[in-house]
């Protein structure tokens, strides 16, 4: 169990927002993203013995870090590592409506920027984080086809409330809701605790908000800067910096995107 920690190497103090490379013949060459205690949050499994490159970017060239060759003496003491400040992009990350800000990360905020940047936005708006079962309900109600199995069953409580009004229905909804969570099963991977969303943090960018998408004849289309926004979220994907994303041409009204810190 290999820990990699990254400082940064004007001030010494761990480095957010980094991504760098591990690459061995046996592993092949995988990307990480650190956070703000400056390692990637989770540690890099490997065989005893097994030689292993540490690579970042550096004004464009790959730079090798100092191998490292698998020991389990070394499991929990981190292979500790300098390297430059990344750039931060010149985008400014905003909330629209949105209660709780501060639960998103500085490592998510970055990419969030590094993504808007690339598509030439000098801004973008987070539009929903962290939910309460209440606004869960309310965010989930009439998309049962979106969800898998537990929200399925939390909208059909809905509908057997339907009748009773909004307020009964969300109320009994969000019951539901709490009661999955309680047995381990989610509804929405916005909707979960604080711990929980402190190691993924989950967020929607909304197509109005950012101008991801028009209508015509009553359909949904990716505007041209939405096009550009899912090339980029499909890079960041690939590179490993976002776990997973869901385009905003879908049934969501919004870019969702999920970041490990």
């Known amino acids: 169990k290999i820990t990699i920690k990254f400082l940064d190497e004007a001030t010494n103090k761990p ?9 061995s013949t046996k592993y092949g060459k995988n990307p990480s993203t650190t956070g703000s205690d400056g390692t ?29 060759v698998a020991n389990s003496d070394k ?9 430059k400040k990344p750039k931060v992009p010149n985008v400014q990350v905003l909330f629209n409506n949105v209660d709780r800000q501060s639960i998103v990360s500085q490592k998510s905020k970055l990419i969030i920027a590094e993504l808007a940047e690339q598509c030439g936005m000098s801004k973008i ?16 109600w009439g ?6 199995p537990v929200g399925k069953a939390v909208h059909d409580v809905g509908s ?31 909707c979960v605790t604080f711990e929980i969303y402190e190691k993924l943090n989950v967020v929607d960018l909304g197509n109005n908000s950012n101008g991801f998408v028009y209508y015509e004849n009553k359909k949904k289309y990716l505007t041209a800067l939405g096009k550009k926004f899912k090339v980029a979220c499909d890079q960041a994907k690939a590179a490993g910096k976002i776990k997973k994303y869901i385009s905003g041409d879908g049934a969501e009204g919004a870019f969702h995107l999920e970041i490990t810190q």
Request: hydrophobic share 25%; aromatic share 8%; charged share 25%.
């Open 160 to 190: 057997n409330y339907s009748q009773h009004g909004e307020a009964r229905r969300t109320k009994e909804m969000a019951k539901a809701i709490r009661s999955y969570l309680d047995q381990g099963k989610r509804t929405s991977n916005h």
């Open 75 to 83: 499991n929990g003491i981190p292979y500790v590592y300098k390297a």
């Open 125 to 140: 708006y987070i539009t929903s984080t962290l939910r309460t079962p209440e606004e869960q309900a309310r965010a989930m």
């Open 40 to 68: 990637r949050g989770r540690t890099h499994d490997s065989d005893v013995g097994i030689s292993i490159a540490v690579i970042v970017n550096e004004n464009g060239k790959e730079v090798k870090k100092d191998p490292i």
């Open 15 to 23: 480095l957010s927002g980094l991504t760098y490379w591990t690459q």
């Open 143 to 148: 998309k049962r086809s979106l969800y898998g």
